[in-house]
């Protein structure tokens, strides 16, 4: 909206109100802290058309990863001509017994999209909308289309670089909440109470390089470059997240015993937080792969952690004794 572009923000079947809300004259989301500009138009699903869709140069999708069904299938339907489609979502599929990103996924669901276009990097949602200087990475197999549309996005706020690593940037984007998780807990389960904020700072740093390492080796199984798991997609995206997103706030929770349902049901309740998502589809690689080296404790001890606290429901437990520091 800042470049001057026209913006249609449409609304999925369950944001209808929320979309009135903030169509009306000052309306504000709740989770941000002033109205959209004057060219966001906010739209909701019902009265989308597909002329609207078709007059699109550009087509974002930002919902959820569970709600990435529905927006594949929506537009599949809407969509007359072959487009670029750029997503914000977070989030892994499957593929048969195995996993892939959602750039391995999507471009067969939806033969109109004529580019997948993978964002990643550090982006809390309300300090972007607040102009607080961001950085992130425009993924695409097809750089050059990466680098059209990193143009039409980028202001002097919002910092873009580009890759044609998207496989690797789509499956650190995903990876980085869950890997939050287990950080976050390690910033509560050691509490020092000569800081602030409570937090002893040496065993989060050391699950922090845990989590690092352990991406880059998952962001290879997928087909991934190593080196993105330690740029903006991967290390800086985590590290955000640890800071101030909602998957931390689980870790938080965690580190101090809680399990995960007790959370979600509480202080969660209606949160979007997808890394318990990812800590679900990962499970599947715990199971020996034809073809795949065995994702063993040995190599993954934070991993494993993490599923064991989402899968069996139970308090978080990480050993410090299994770093796998080499
Ligand atoms: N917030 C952030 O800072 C950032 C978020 N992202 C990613 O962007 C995506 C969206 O995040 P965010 O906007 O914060 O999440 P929200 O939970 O605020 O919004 C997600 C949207 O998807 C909708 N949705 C969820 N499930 C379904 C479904 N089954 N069918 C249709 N629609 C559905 C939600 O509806 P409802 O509200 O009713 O659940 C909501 O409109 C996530 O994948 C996230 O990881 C990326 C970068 C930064
Ligand atoms: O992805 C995010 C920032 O880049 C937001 O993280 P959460 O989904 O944990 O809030």
Known sequence: ADNGHTVLLAGTPVDTDIIARIGKAGGVHPKLDQPLPGNVRPIANADLSDADVEA?????????????????????????????????????????????????????????????????????????????????VYACADRQAAGEFAALMTTDYYRLSTTDDVVGVEACAALKNFYAIGVAAMQTRYPDSARADAQSKNPTAAAFTQATREMARLCERFGGRRDTAFDLAGLGDLHVTVGGGRNSRLGHELGRDRTVSDVMAKELAGETVEGIDTARMLSAWLQPTPGLEPIGPDRFPLAYAIIDAVLQDTPFKFDFATLTIS
């Not at 699109?56 to 537009?75: C, F, N």
């Not at 471009?107 to 276009?117: G, I, K």
């Open 56 to 136: 699109a140069d550009m087509i974002v999708v930002g919902v959820s990863s569970p709600g990435i069904s529905w927006a594949v299938e929506r537009l599949a339907g809407a969509m007359k001509r072959p487009r670029r489609i750029a997503f914000v979502t977070k989030g892994l599929d499957k593929a048969g017994s195995s996993l892939v990103t959602l750039a391995g996924s999507l471009p067969s669901r939806l033969p109109q999209m004529s580019a997948f276009l993978g964002i990643g990097g550090p982006c809390i949602a309300r300090e972007l909308a607040n102009r607080k200087p961001s950085a992130c």
